[in-house]
């Protein structure tokens, strides 16, 4: 099946500093869509982007949808505590046979900010 | 709440007994989807419900996976002679409808352990 490659699996920062990761994968996805999930809570949505090179900011969040609609980022700026979780990308649509509902899921970045 | 609601929170069972997880989508949503997430992975697509009907089940693992959903309301994920590499976290989410820009909103999910 389809995967997305999520990087980096996991990042330890202080308080104030500011955040990247990203998602890369070998088919071309329609959407692109950010998550956060926090201990015992399901996924929730942080951006969603819906045209190749799309930038969308919500708050001190920051999202890029690719060129080549294969690859998307996210950066975080001034982190605080309450940043803290698991970080996934999904994908949807696109590649051949991809449907318009399903979500493919990188395997999360795992951010823990240092107070 | 008017958020997903899934119970029980927590299963534990021992091998080889049949389990039910259920899924409370938010009220109005005629799209609902199953999704499995094991330790330190992201999210695996289980099953899609279009009202009461699924039209896409391709993700169920194997026959001993089933699901249900009733008054294009609730739906019911049952696992038949649980085995341990069904442990793991079951996630629902809805969506108004299913296609772009109808994002899936996530429930807390239900932590399966078994035995």
């Known amino acids: 099946g389809q995967q997305l490659n999520q990087s980096p699996q996991s990042m330890f920062i202080q308080e104030g500093e500011d955040v990247s990761m990203n998602c890369t994968s070998s088919?071309?996805?329609?959407?692109w869509l950010w998550y956060k999930q926090d201990p015992g809570e399901g996924p929730v949505l942080l951006i969603a982007?819906?045209?190749?090179?799309e930038l969308t900011s919500n708050g001190r969040l920051t999202a890029q949808f690719g060129i080549t609609r294969k690859d998307s980022f996210l950066n975080i700026s001034a982190s605080i505590p309450s940043d803290v979780g698991i970080y996934f990308c999904?994908?949807?649509?696109?590649?051949?046979?991809?449907?318009?509902?399903?979500?493919?899921f990188g395997k999360g970045t795992l951010l823990t900010v240092n107070p | 709440g008017a958020g997903v609601s899934q119970s029980p929170s927590n299963k534990v069972t021992e091998k080889g007994k049949d389990v039910e997880l259920r899924c409370d989508p938010i009220?109005?949503?005629?799209?609902l989807y199953w999704y499995r997430q094991s330790l330190g992975q992201g999210l695996e697509f289980l099953i899609y419900?279009?009202?009461?009907?699924?039209?896409?089940k391709s993700g169920l693992p194997s026959d001993r996976f089933s699901a249900e959903r009733t008054g294009g309301s609730v739906s019911t994920l049952t696992i038949q002679r649980t085995q341990q590499e069904d442990s793991a976290v079951y996630l629902c989410?809805?969506?108004?409808?299913?296609?772009?820009?109808?994002?899936?909103?996530f429930g807390p999910g239900t932590r399966l352990t078994v035995l």
């Open positions: 989410a809805s969506s108004p409808l299913a296609g772009v820009h109808n994002e899936q909103f």
């Open positions: 088919s071309i996805f329609n959407t």
């Open positions: 982007l819906y045209k190749a090179g």
């Open positions: 999904a994908g949807r649509g696109g590649y051949s046979g991809g449907s318009n509902y399903k979500l493919t």
């Open positions: 009220s109005g949503h005629t799209a």
């Open positions: 419900f279009q009202g009461n009907s699924a039209p896409d």
